[in-house]
């Protein structure tokens, strides 16, 4: 797997790449993700990220393999390590000082719904597809989910797509306000790019901004911090019931 940045006019594009694995994430890529995050971070030229998937898909979650890992032995500081780097690559783009915008085509499924919620703006194709998934392969869900759910859609939303599995398009995430906008898939990148482009002509007032509409805008409800740990316990539970 790649993670590749590549920096223009003040906008970063940062890339998941791994067409085997349709962009899931793992402890090694999710390092490299947030290695690019403080690269971005500390470069004051960049005014917006863009956080794209190559090969047509957006995330498809974590690895198999990580998961299977965590089951065995959830009690394992390395295993437990691992599943926690996974959280920390999206949660380090949700808390860049930069104004983030995910362009979504494809699938986004289970830590990928994540990552996409992570941002402060979701541009995504027509027929994309958006799966939490958790449930309907025995877990629980993890990285805080509900918290970043219920900051962009209602509960009723938030429980169609997290508890009961409700698989969502792209223009039905845009009807539910989980996205800004819906386009076809060929417009995505440029669509992301056009919006990106105004908050890239200024960085520094970007970077205020963003820190304004985080402080006023973030829910008053449990952070995300704590619904970390709220759903650890059972998302480590629930992959060592299946494993069982």
């Known amino acids: 797997m790649t993670i590749d940045v590549d920096v223009a006019d003040g906008i970063a594009t940062i890339t998941i790449d791994s067409p085997k694995t349709r962009n899931a994430l793992n402890p090694e890529s999710s390092r490299r993700l947030v290695e690019v995050c403080d690269q971005v971070d500390a470069d004051p030229s960049v005014g917006a990220v863009i956080v794209r998937g190559g090969g047509g898909t957006f995330c498809s979650g974590a690895e198999r393999e990580v998961l299977a890992r965590a089951g065995e032995d959830p009690a394992d500081p390395v295993r437990f390590a691992e599943l926690g780097s996974i959280y920390d690559a999206f949660v380090r783009v949700g808390n860049m000082s930069v104004p983030t915008i995910a362009a979504v085509r494809g699938a986004a499924v289970g830590a990928g719904v994540n990552l996409l919620l992570a941002t402060d703006l979701r541009i995504v194709a027509k027929d994309a597809r958006i799966i939490a998934g958790f449930t309907k392969i025995g877990l629980h869900p993890g990285g ?26 792209g223009t039905r995430a845009a009807d539910l306000g989980l996205a800004w906008e819906a386009v076809d898939a060929a417009e995505v990148d440029a669509r992301a790019r056009e919006l990106a482009a105004t908050a890239a002509r200024d960085p520094e007032l970007a970077r205020r901004v963003l820190g304004s509409l985080r402080r006023e805008l973030d829910p008053p409800g449990v952070s995300w911090p704590a619904a970390l740990e709220l759903e650890r316990g059972s998302q480590m539970w629930s992959l060592r019931r299946r494993n069982s």
């Open 144 to 169: 805080g989910h509900f918290t970043l759910l219920g900051r962009v859609v209602s509960r009723e939303a938030a429980a169609a797509i997290g508890l009961f599995g409700a698989e969502v398009s």
